[in-house]
């Protein structure tokens, strides 16, 4: 094991026997503690919490979590919480550890992911053993995310079990409506454009349940590499296809996907930046883009403009 990963772990069962001695002192918040790991799932745990929890996202804005690796602070936040709520389906393989260590010690860790039925998940070609983990692409899918949480969080209080419940209820209304609104956007791109290119395989979700054709430059994991071939068959694809337009994303770097740009302005061919989307993280705080909602809304709305419909069209 890396030194790094000892000293993570060293850290966590100190902080258990710490937190666990200070668990029954008089006059501790009655309000759930949860933890959540990307803005995304903060997001949805706070729309089904209500105001019975106080919810910590460890993963900040612009962070990419295939690549996050857990501080101090945040064994500090997984200890003192009362429930964990993970993506699951290996998005943060490097904090494993400090998850299975936490539900050793009596902790609630729920993975969301895991939790929905294996037959709903993609599984791209060549990554069969690791499911596209990308699930808040798709707000049908995100939906069905609200009951395991609202379960979760029933279990550890039951007194306002109804209240998640009816959160829940609520957030599957608002995702179902997003989802209509989407489609009635994106349908106005012609079928020959519906081809959305980026940075790395993070929208197939996205691509199907809004009937667009998806390639990325990296797979569905950041921590895996592109080489040539892959940047060769990709611009062989934008010149074929004429497809106009290709999207950086937020936490991700540009320059592979310039590199495509390059490489079909060599062969004649004119692609520009259809504009940056949002992945693995929403937009900053405060922002529309700073919601589930709002990334979702924001990514339709560029991704319409770019390859086809009017410009100013709202999701």
Not at 184 to 201: C, K, N
Not at 250 to 273: D, F, Q, Y
Request: proline share 6%.
């Amino acid at each position: 094991m890396h030194t790094l990963a000892v000293r993570v772990l060293a850290l966590l069962l100190a902080l258990i026997v710490v937190v666990g001695c200070g668990d029954s002192t008089p006059g501790a918040p009655t309000q759930l503690r949860v933890v959540a790991t990307t803005p995304m799932l903060g997001d949805l745990v706070r729309s089904v919490a209500g105001e019975h929890a106080t919810v910590t996202t460890l993963i900040g804005e612009g962070v990419d979590p295939h690549l996050y690796k857990p501080t101090r602070t945040d064994v500090e936040a997984i200890v003192a919480a009362d429930v964990v709520v993970t993506n699951g389906l290996f998005l943060e393989g490097r904090m494993q550890d400090a998850f299975e260590r936490a539900a050793e010690s009596g902790k609630t860790v729920v993975r969301v992911g895991d939790a929905l039925p294996s037959d709903s998940l993609l599984h791209p070609e060549g990554a069969e053993a690791h499911p596209d983990p990308h699930i808040w692409m798709d707000p049908i899918r995100w939906a069905l995310c609200a009951p395991v949480v609202a379960d979760a969080l029933s279990k550890r209080d039951p007194t306002n079990a109804g209240a998640y419940r009816r959160n829940a209820e609520a957030f599957a209304a608002e995702a179902s409506a997003l989802h209509d609104a989407a489609v009635s956007t994106l349908q106005a791109i012609p079928p020959d454009a519906r081809v959305l290119v980026t940075a790395h395989d993070a929208f197939g979700y996205f691509g199907q349940r809004f009937k667009l054709e998806v390639h990325g430059i990296q797979g569905i994991s950041t921590e895996s590499e592109a080489g040539l071939a892959d940047l060769e068959r990709l611009v062989d694809l934008l010149v074929a296809r004429k497809i106009r337009a290709v999207f950086v994303e937020s936490t991700v770097s540009p320059r592979t996907v310039e590199a495509l740009i390059a490489g079909a302005k060599a062969k004649g061919h004119a692609v520009k930046i259809g504009g940056e989307l949002y992945s693995d993280s929403m937009g900053k705080p405060g922002t529309p883009e700073g919601t589930w909602r709002g990334m979702i809304e924001h990514n339709v709305r560029v991704v319409a403009e770019a390859l086809g419909t009017k410009p100013g069209a709202q999701p």
